[in-house]
């Protein structure tokens, strides 16, 4: 069993910037590759990162891709998401998600792939 819980999340203005953070319990964190999923009201949840066991690989959603950094820190335990450029669509419940790998590569792209899910954090982009 892996616990997370997120945090970070909150209102900023169009074109400003948030870093959400994902803290996980309970098992090896360096065994999981990690991504962060998003939300918004009346849609369906979307990819929007991932990276590796060992941080070396990461992936990215093609509407996030050049704004959003995903990283972690497996001594603390921790998945990261920096957010910049932040625009009125970025607006959603933000989850992230664990996938237990053996291998150190892996990434996956697919929220019914992961087993292990945090609680959410909001994040309002405002105009």
């Known amino acids: 069993q892996v616990q997370l819980v997120e945090s970070g999340g909150g209102l900023v203005q169009a074109g400003g910037s948030l870093r959400l953070s994902c803290a996980a319990s309970g098992r090896t964190f360096s065994n999981y590759a990690m991504a962060w999923f998003r939300q918004a009201p009346g849609k369906e949840r979307e990819f929007v990162a991932a990276?590796?066991?060992?941080?070396?690989?990461?992936y990215y959603a093609d509407s996030v891709k050049g704004r959003f950094t995903i990283s972690r820190d497996n001594a603390k335990n921790t998945v990261y998401l920096q957010m910049n450029r932040l625009k009125l669509e970025d607006t959603a419940v933000y989850y992230c998600a664990a996938d237990f790998q053996m291998n150190i590569l892996v990434i996956r792209l697919k929220d019914e792939e992961y087993k292990y899910w945090g609680q959410g954090t909001q994040v309002t982009v405002s105009s």
């Open positions: 990276v590796s066991r060992s941080g070396s690989r990461t």
